[in-house]
């Protein structure tokens, strides 16, 4: 099973950039579509972004294309999330997935693995 382990929140006035970093152990995330998904207190956990295994296909929620880009480093065993322009909407807990399937899917059920997420907040 792999282990999934999230940094790079923190604080950050509206207009800002955050990179957040998802470290993986256990097993190599080659063999995995990886994604980021947030959540907002009393709310579902939505899609954020994700990346196929071979890092050469990605997909991104409306609310955050353009802003957002995924991206993985499979010999570090690990996924990043660059966020700039951030605004104060996109406060929350971010986390990280991965799921053992072939293309890239944006359906929180189908991940199987979770890190313990990281809190990102966008002053206004």
């Known amino acids: 099973q792999v282990q999934l382990v999230e940094s790079g929140g923190g604080l950050v006035q509206a207009g800002g950039s955050l990179r957040l970093s998802c470290a993986a152990s256990g097993r190599t995330i080659s063999n995995y579509v990886m994604g980021w998904f947030r959540q907002a207190p009393g709310r579902e956990r939505e899609f954020v972004a994700a990346?196929?295994?071979?890092?050469?296909?990605?997909a991104y929620a409306d609310s955050v294309k353009g802003r957002f880009t995924i991206s993985r480093d499979n010999a570090k065993n690990s996924v990043y999330l660059q966020m700039n322009s951030l605004k104060p909407k996109d406060t929350t807990v971010y986390y990280c997935?991965?799921?053992?399937?072939?293309?890239?899917?944006?359906?929180?059920?189908?991940?199987?693995?979770w890190g313990q997420g990281t809190q990102v907040t966008v002053s206004s």
């Open positions: 997935a991965s799921g053992e399937f072939l293309v890239i899917r944006t359906a929180e059920r189908s991940y199987d693995c």
């Open positions: 990346i196929s295994r071979s890092g050469t296909s990605t």
